[in-house]
């Protein structure tokens, strides 16, 4: 029997990441989603996005965070961030892409809460390497100075793989001289195309709490991770979309799981009555890291990696140390070697 580790409860969720487009001009080697240059058939379009955002401000969403693949890709996007902007905060997540002096202008005006915008690299080689698309780091150095010298809170967001983890405090330093109030560490997800490479670029736990003990960064400079001990189990409070409308809980279930779509589904609908959505906000887990409950308030780390490595939703979280059990997080599950994950349908969900 799963042990009763409860997480924090809220009435409804405050807030939701969207996932505006799954277009991108860069070909990132680890993009989660499989990104293309044009947009899919099938994703919702900004007048759509406009109703269901305002339905979900309606309905007590103060906050949406919108990341991408690229927002700033999709035709119409700044226009419905304006659109948005005075009824909840928003957040963008961006490569940088299409964001110039004007757009940043916009962007200010509309008092954006904050740009989140990733760094794959210290050196335009590294980074544009990585994202597949030559001019890709100056785009980002770009995004992340103009937004701070318009006082848009600007963060740097680096996910840690064998490639970025001995180059993570020259990232850090980069971030700081583009006046990057923040830097994120992320881990990295077996998703999308990253499981097919996944070897490659994922680096044991051990190895990773090695470069996370390394980090030195500038005087002023907050560096953000979630692993020991600050490990969170986020379903409590997490609410997402895909870009077609599918109601996942969170960006990183999106293989996983499928709680209906917004198109035909309203969102606390789900949240209140989705069985799996309901069990993975309750913390039902079998194990819960003390030091990371202490801070984090919440149990058992991340669902998606849990779920990823043992293919049980009350499993505990192969990168919080004290729950790791010996997994070796370098060595990607024959299950999803083989085959798509297949995602818990909307009835059971």
Same mark, same amino acid.
């Given at each position: 029997?799963?042990?009763?580790?409860?997480?924090?409860?809220?009435?409804?969720?405050?807030?939701?990441?969207?996932?505006?487009?799954?277009?991108?001009?860069?070909?990132?080697?680890?993009?989660?989603?499989?990104?293309?240059?044009?947009?899919?058939?099938?994703?919702?379009?900004?007048?759509?996005?406009?109703?269901?955002? *305002?339905?979900?401000?309606?309905?007590?969403?103060?906050?949406?965070?919108?990341?991408?693949?690229?927002?700033?890709?999709?035709?119409?996007?700044?226009?419905?961030?304006?659109?948005?902007?005075?009824?909840?905060?928003?957040?963008?997540?961006?490569?940088?892409?299409?964001?110039?002096?004007?757009?940043?202008?916009?962007?200010?005006?509309?008092?954006?809460?904050?740009?989140?915008?990733?760094?794959?690299?210290? *050196?335009?080689?590294?980074?544009?390497?990585?994202?597949?698309?030559?001019?890709?780091?100056?785009?980002?150095?770009?995004?992340?100075?103009?937004?701070?010298?318009?006082?848009?809170?600007?963060?740097?967001?680096?996910?840690?793989?064998?490639?970025?983890?001995?180059?993570?405090?020259?990232?850090?330093?980069?971030?700081?001289?583009?006046?990057?109030?923040?830097?994120?560490?992320?881990?990295?997800?077996?998703?999308?195309?990253?499981?097919?490479?996944?070897?490659?670029?994922?680096?044991?736990?051990?190895?990773?709490?090695?470069?996370?003990?390394?980090?030195?960064?500038?005087?002023?400079?907050?560096?953000?991770?979630?692993?020991?001990?600050?490990?969170?189990?986020?379903?409590?409070?997490?609410?997402?979309?895909?870009?077609?409308?599918?109601?996942?809980?969170?960006?990183?279930?999106?293989?996983?799981?499928?709680?209906?779509?917004?198109?035909?589904?309203?969102?606390?609908?789900?949240?209140?009555?989705?069985?799996?959505?309901?069990?993975?906000?309750?913390?039902?887990?079998?194990?819960?890291?003390?030091?990371?409950?202490?801070?984090?308030?919440?149990?058992?780390?991340?669902?998606?990696?849990?779920?990823?490595?043992?293919?049980?939703?009350?499993?505990?979280?192969?990168? *919080?140390?004290?729950?790791?059990?010996?997994?070796?997080?370098?060595?990607?599950?024959?299950?999803?070697?083989?085959?798509?994950?297949?995602?818990?349908?909307?009835?059971?969900?």
């Amino acid at each position: 029997m799963t042990p009763p580790f409860p997480n924090p409860v809220l009435g409804t969720p405050p807030k939701i990441s969207v996932s505006i487009t799954e277009a991108c001009p860069s070909t990132c080697a680890h993009c989660y989603t499989g990104c293309a240059s044009a947009p899919k058939p099938g994703v919702i379009a900004v007048r759509e996005w406009r109703a269901i955002l *305002d339905g979900l401000a309606d309905q007590g969403f103060i906050k949406v965070y919108f990341e991408g693949e690229e927002p700033f890709a999709k035709p119409g996007f700044l226009d419905l961030l304006e659109a948005t902007a005075p009824r909840m905060t928003t957040l963008v997540r961006s490569k940088g892409a299409g964001i110039d002096a004007r757009v940043a202008d916009r962007l200010a005006a509309a008092r954006l809460g904050r740009l989140l915008v990733d760094l794959m690299g210290e *050196d335009a080689a590294t980074h544009d390497a990585a994202a597949g698309r030559k001019g890709s780091f100056a785009a980002a150095c770009r995004a992340i100075a103009l937004a701070a010298e318009r006082g848009i809170p600007a963060d740097a967001l680096v996910v840690l793989t064998r490639a970025s983890a001995p180059r993570l405090n020259a990232i850090l330093a980069l971030a700081h001289r583009l006046g990057a109030a923040r830097v994120g560490i992320l881990r990295l997800y077996p998703l999308g195309r990253a499981k097919a490479i996944w070897e490659a670029i994922a680096l044991p736990l051990a190895a990773q709490m090695q470069a996370l003990a390394a980090l030195a960064p500038s005087p002023g400079l907050k560096v953000m991770q979630s692993w020991h001990p600050r490990n969170q189990n986020c379903c409590w409070q997490a609410a997402a979309l895909d870009a077609y409308g599918r109601i996942i809980g969170c960006q990183y279930l999106r293989e996983y799981v499928d709680h209906g779509n917004i198109r035909d589904r309203d969102y606390l609908d789900a949240w209140a009555n989705a069985p799996l959505y309901r069990m993975l906000r309750a913390g039902h887990v079998e194990k819960s890291c003390p030091d990371c409950a202490a801070s984090q308030r919440s149990h058992g780390g991340c669902r998606s990696t849990a779920f990823a490595f043992h293919g049980r939703w009350d499993a505990p979280d192969p990168f *919080d140390v004290t729950l790791n059990d010996g997994v070796d997080l370098a060595v990607l599950p024959d299950r999803l070697r083989e085959h798509q994950p297949e995602r818990a349908a909307a009835a059971g969900a």
